[in-house]
């Protein structure tokens, strides 16, 4: 079984952005999103006006946790070859139930792609605003950045 990773949260986040499971390079560097071209630190630097996919990883936690954004995925573990969602096989969903205790002012929870966002009925039964959003990753590319990108400008409305 591979394991992913803890989140990445503060008592102030606001906004929480859940990916699948992180995939064969992230869980090599032991990042969220390590993978050159996935999408999702350009996609998120855009929307903050930061250069996001520029900084050291620890500097790309504390800018987002700034912002009062986390990070975390859906499943805690499952087995997998490959980096594929399509892949997963056996998966063991995270643990939700303390979100409120870890993160008292979470209101809107965002999906990076279809298979994260089949937790959403989940959490908006918690009384979180939900928000699915276009895969960052590169396997998906039935849209362009620029499409993803006004998607997921929808992260910031309202909210931050």
């Avoid at 997998?80 to 892949?87: E, F, I, K, N, P």
């Avoid at 009925?121 to 918690?126: E, G, H, R, T, Y």
């Amino acid at each position: 079984m591979l394991q992913g990773f803890p989140p990445v949260l503060a008592n102030d986040t606001r906004v929480l952005i859940l990916g699948s499971f992180p995939g064969a390079a992230s869980l090599l560097a032991t990042q969220y999103y390590a993978h050159p071209r996935n999408q999702f630190w350009r996609l998120l630097g855009e929307l903050l006006n930061e250069p996001l996919a520029e900084l050291t990883y620890a500097v790309r936690l504390e800018r987002i946790l700034a912002y009062r954004i986390g990070l975390w995925d859906v499943l805690a573990a499952c087995q997998r070859q490959g980096s594929l969602d399509t892949a997963i096989r056996q998966a063991a969903p995270n643990d939700f139930s303390g979100l409120q205790q870890c993160a008292p002012r979470l209101e809107k929870i965002c999906f990076n792609g279809k298979t994260a966002g089949r937790f959403a009925p989940v959490l908006q039964a918690a009384g979180y605003q939900t928000l699915a959003l276009p895969s960052s990753s590169p396997a998906y590319a039935a849209l362009s950045f620029e499409q993803k990108l006004h998607a997921w400008r929808e992260i910031l409305h309202d909210k931050l």
